[in-house]
């Protein structure tokens, strides 16, 4: 059975760059032709699709967090990780990372992790 699960600080200072990571189990993050996406959702708002990372390592990245964002990949460790630089309190969300067939996608298919808060203050 495949799991996702989130991990990284849960409060980040404004102007600092946000780190997450997804650590997969159950499948391989460079089989299979899946995508490896990161989602999130800001307080009152709806699913947000930030970027993707393929099972052959392109990435795919939304062009309102392009320029900060950046997905990367270990494969010796089976997870994929999100760096999201120069954070402002906008960018407080709940934070998911997926596996699904699709690269942009914010629909609720494919394999979900269980979500992390992060939060952006001083």
């Known amino acids: 059975q495949v799991q996702l699960v989130e991990s990284g600080p849960g409060l980040v200072k404004p102007s600092q760059t946000l780190s997450l990571t997804c650590t997969v189990s159950?499948?391989?993050?460079?089989?299979?032709?899946?995508?490896w996406i990161w989602i999130r959702q800001p307080p009152g708002k709806g699913l947000e699709w930030m970027g993707a990372?393929?099972?052959?390592?392109?990435?795919y990245y939304n062009p309102s967090v392009e320029g900060r964002i950046s997905i990367s990949r270990d494969t010796s460790k089976n997870h994929f990780t999100l760096q999201l630089a120069s954070v402002t309190p906008e960018d407080t969300a709940v934070y998911y990372c997926?596996?699904?067939?699709?690269?942009?996608?914010?629909?609720?298919?494919?394999?979900w992790g269980p979500g992390i808060q992060v939060t952006v203050s001083s």
């Open positions: 159950g499948d391989s993050i460079t089989a299979n032709n899946y995508n």
């Open positions: 990372i393929s099972y052959s390592g392109n990435t």
């Open positions: 997926i596996r699904n067939r699709l690269i942009v996608t914010t629909q609720r298919t494919g394999v």
